[in-house]
């Protein structure tokens, strides 16, 4: 039986407590605009019972217009993973479902699908002490479920996976695992540490004790090593990512510091000469950021959907260099 996270919030002082085999409680709709008449995206919230977790999770599921008006035909599909304290709706609530409508209407991204599951304060790993399967819960059940229900090409170039802040690093931490699974990786402010948990940010060092279940109390090594993107980027074949894009960006004054680490990626990455698209952008860390950049990362993924795996920096930046912007 799942047991509850144990990571406290901070604005509300109570346990992220949930626990297996029952429906997370729905939230409120989202309070966003209204859609223009001529765009006919639809947002729906679903659960999905997973095995891994022995639970029904919620997720949010955009639909593009095309969706209804071509029947007969399959579609790209991105799973989005979101930060911490988020849910389900994090996707609708930030209007990012308002600027896929107009990118898709413009021409500039192909119409996708895509997936937000509630992913409570997880950090999207299989715990290391069993009781939480996040990504098995990711990469397994949802993908199914989802691939069941909707008309979904299930090929991997036609799955992408991409993430804001604690998602961000979900995102990039199950695609370098599981790359086999995935044609696109994106991140914005991924939440990246240091190789050695020793060498956190000190004031992210609080978060430590909260992790105990996650990573365990003391912090794993081993286990904390296999889940780092940084580490796992100076220790992996090259090879082993061939087919796989990647594309995250950082504002350059990221209040937890993430734009260092999201930095040493990208320096670890180009030291192992593993492609990829990094861009250090002006701002910080929260929504704003994000919904200036997000479009940068939707390009990203559309071109790889539309195919055109070789020229996938045209969507989002400098491939393999880092790039001040703004």
């Given at each position: 039986?799942?047991?509850?996270?144990?990571?406290?919030?901070?604005?509300?002082?109570?346990?992220?407590?949930?626990?297996g085999?029952?429906?997370?409680?729905?939230?409120?709709?989202?309070?966003?605009?209204?859609?223009?008449?001529?765009?006919?995206?639809?947002?729906?919230?679903i659960?999905?019972?997973?095995?891994?977790?022995?639970?029904?999770?919620?997720?949010?599921?955009?639909?593009p217009?095309?969706?209804?008006?071509?029947?007969?035909?399959?579609?790209?599909?991105?799973?989005?993973?979101?930060?911490?304290?988020?849910?389900?709706?994090?996707?609708?609530?930030?209007?990012?479902?308002?600027?896929?409508?107009?990118?898709?209407?413009?021409?500039?991204?192909?119409?996708?699908?895509?997936?937000?599951?509630?992913?409570?304060?997880?950090?999207y790993?299989?715990?290391?002490?069993?009781?939480?399967?996040?990504?098995?819960?990711?990469?397994?059940?949802?993908?199914?479920?989802?691939e069941?229900?909707?008309?979904?090409?299930?090929?991997?170039?036609?799955?992408?996976?991409?993430?804001?802040?604690?998602?961000?690093?979900?995102?990039?931490?199950?695609?370098?695992?599981?790359?086999?699974?995935?044609?696109?990786?994106?991140?914005?402010?991924?939440?990246?540490?240091?190789?050695?948990?020793?060498?956190?940010?000190?004031?992210?060092k609080?978060?430590?004790?909260?992790?105990?279940?996650?990573?365990?109390?003391?912090?794993?090594?081993?286990?904390?090593?296999?889940?780092?993107?940084?580490?796992?980027?100076?220790?992996?074949?090259a090879?082993?990512?061939?087919?796989?894009?990647?594309?995250?960006?950082?504002?350059?004054?990221?209040?937890?510091?993430?734009?260092?680490?999201c930095?040493?990626?990208?320096?670890?990455?180009?030291?192992?000469?593993?492609?990829?698209?990094?861009?250090?952008?002006?701002?910080?860390?929260?929504?704003?950021?994000?919904?200036?950049?997000?479009?940068?990362s939707?390009?990203?993924?559309?071109?790889?959907?539309?195919?055109?795996?070789?020229?996938?920096?045209?969507?989002?930046?400098?491939?393999?260099?880092?790039?001040?912007?703004?």
């Amino acid at each position: 039986m799942l047991r509850s996270l144990g990571l406290v919030a901070v604005v509300t002082g109570t346990a992220v407590a949930w626990c297996g085999a029952r429906e997370d409680t729905p939230t409120a709709p989202p309070a966003v605009a209204a859609k223009p008449a001529a765009a006919v995206s639809t947002m729906e919230y679903i659960t999905v019972d997973s095995k891994a977790l022995d639970a029904k999770i919620r997720v949010g599921i955009y639909l593009p217009a095309a969706y209804a008006s071509r029947p007969d035909a399959k579609f790209p599909c991105l799973y989005f993973l979101h930060g911490m304290f988020g849910d389900e709706r994090k996707w609708q609530q930030r209007e990012t479902d308002l600027v896929l409508d107009e990118l898709i209407e413009k021409g500039e991204v192909p119409p996708m699908i895509v997936a937000c599951p509630a992913g409570h304060n997880s950090m999207y790993v299989n715990w290391v002490n069993g009781q939480g399967r996040w990504m098995d819960f990711i990469t397994v059940d949802l993908v199914n479920a989802l691939e069941s229900k909707y008309r979904i090409d299930g090929r991997r170039e036609m799955r992408g996976i991409s993430g804001d802040s604690m998602g961000g690093y979900g995102a990039l931490n199950i695609a370098m695992q599981k790359p086999e699974l995935y044609g696109s990786a994106s991140a914005h402010s991924a939440a990246l540490f240091p190789a050695d948990p020793a060498q956190v940010n000190p004031r992210l060092k609080r978060w430590a004790k909260q992790w105990g279940e996650v990573f365990g109390d003391p912090i794993d090594l081993k286990f904390w090593q296999q889940n780092n993107p940084i580490h796992r980027a100076s220790t992996i074949d090259a090879k082993a990512l061939d087919g796989l894009a990647l594309y995250f960006d950082c504002g350059e004054r990221d209040e937890f510091g993430f734009d260092k680490t999201c930095s040493l990626l990208h320096d670890t990455l180009e030291k192992s000469k593993i492609p990829h698209t990094y861009e250090l952008r002006g701002g910080d860390h929260g929504a704003t950021y994000f919904r200036d950049n997000v479009g940068h990362s939707l390009r990203f993924h559309g071109v790889t959907f539309t195919g055109a795996t070789g020229d996938a920096t045209k969507a989002g930046g400098k491939s393999g260099g880092a790039k001040k912007d703004g």
